[in-house]
């Protein structure tokens, strides 16, 4: 096992039972405990860990929301499948709004170069890659950026949203149930989610599978909102069974 693979395992273990232990982990990937801790390590550094005395625990269990870069910097086998995977979602022309996230900045990398569309986008460094692109017409919400996401908020964001009127959103998540929905840490970023999803006519939620294990402060969707959901195939199946059943077609990438 490649390292990179053991510190995903390492990351899906921490996730799942909320604590991942040093010598446990050396023993049932047959490595020494220098090795884990440098995986630790790592994963700290990628900010989706924080060691702790004999281990680590994820850093959403501290209530933190890792920073745009941290996050782009995991899953990103996935987030790629998971991007071209949307891209079967796309009209052939007309309006979309992509919003502010890693999975969905991996959409904006893979938007063909032959499909006129206009794009709706909250995140500058999106924007600054789509303006390039000749037979795109890109439209920036303004508002506050926040320095986590880099996504923009509050008035300025919001109010053009209400006249806007798109053919899909493509929606990002920090957590995803079910039961509780979908949800994110910031209330403002919430605010702007919510907005997006009221102005589309379909909504498809790009979220690794990691997403569904987590629960955070604001929620700004039902998942009978959204009408795609588009995953990996680390997607418990159990998981999304319970998605198609509260209505949302379920794609494992």
């Known amino acids: 096992m490649y390292a990179e693979e053991r510190q ?12 991942v232990d ?10 020494t405990t220098e090795t884990i801790r440098r995986d630790l390590t790592a994963l700290e550094r990628s900010g989706v860990l924080r060691r702790v005395h004999g281990g680590a625990i994820p850093v959403e ?3 933190f ?40 900045g991996r959409l904006v990398q893979a938007l063909p170069i032959d499909r006129e569309l206009t794009v709706i986008v909250n995140s500058p460094p999106l924007a600054t890659v789509l303006a390039t692109r000749a037979n795109l017409t890109v439209i920036m919400l303004g508002g506050r950026v926040r320095g986590r996401t880099l ?16 053919d899909v959103a493509f929606m ?3 957590g995803c149930s079910v039961a509780k929905g979908l949800t994110t840490p910031d209330p403002a970023e919430a605010a702007i989610k919510r907005a997006m999803i009221r102005a589309a006519q379909r909504c498809v939620l790009l979220a690794d599978h990691t997403k569904f294990a987590n629960t955070y402060l604001a929620r700004f969707a039902a998942i009978q909102e959204i009408d795609v959901v588009i995953s990996d195939t680390g997607l418990d199946t159990g998981v999304a069974a319970e998605l198609a059943a509260a209505g949302a077609e379920v794609v494992r990438a």
């Not at 995903?8 to 604590?19: K, P, S």
């Not at 979602?89 to 890693?102: F, K, M, T, V, W």
């Open 22 to 31: 040093v010598v446990t982990l050396a023993e049932e990937f047959a490595v």
């Open 61 to 63: 269990r501290l209530g």
């Open 65 to 104: 929301e890792p920073e745009l870069a941290a996050r782009d910097e995991v899953m990103t086998g996935e987030k790629e499948r998971i991007a071209k995977a949307a891209l079967a979602e796309l009209p052939e022309d007309g309006a979309i709004i992509i919003d502010a996230g890693s999975t969905t």
């Open 8 to 19: 995903q395992e390492i990351l899906r273990r921490a996730r799942t039972v909320g604590r």
């Open 151 to 166: 996504a923009t908020v509050d008035d300025w964001a919001l109010r053009p949203l209400a006249d806007l009127h798109v």
């Open 172 to 174: 990002a998540a920090n």
